[in-house]
């Protein structure tokens, strides 16, 4: 049996917003964008075959705490890519600050925060 990710639902601030800085960084596109659960609004942004859903809710609560500390919290999220470097530029030039470069076998990171507080991880395995 094979399984694969086929998405991943975040709550953001501005989906809109945030489906186009993704666009941007990553070369994704937007699959689909409407009305979701509870009067909220939903953009699925990412590929043909996977993505991540954007969710706003009408009122939303923020974050009082780390999520690595909290059960059920998204501590990340991890994307592939074929160019780090490009990429990093990309990140740059978007306002996001890189951290915490890693070079270990089988390949190189980063990270960055988005200003939701939702925290990307950027690999490359070549």
Not at 5 to 32: G, Q, Y
Not at 63 to 91: C, F, K, Q
Not at 97 to 111: C, I, S, T, V
């Amino acid at each position: 049996m094979t399984a694969t990710l086929e998405h991943a639902n975040l709550t953001v601030s501005d989906p809109k917003a945030t489906a186009s800085w993704l666009c941007d960084l990553f070369d994704w596109h937007i699959r689909w964008q409407g009305a979701a659960i509870n009067g909220g609004f939903t953009v699925h942004v990412g590929t043909k075959d996977s993505y991540l859903a954007l969710y706003a809710p009408v009122d939303p609560a923020k974050m009082v705490d780390s999520t690595y500390a909290t059960v059920g919290g998204l501590n990340h999220v991890g994307i592939v890519v074929d160019d780090l470097d490009a990429v990093e530029a990309r990140v740059k030039s978007a306002g996001f600050k890189p951290y915490n470069h890693a070079d270990y076998e089988p390949g190189k990171r980063f990270y960055f925060d988005d200003n939701d507080g939702v925290e990307y991880e950027v690999i490359a395995y070549s």
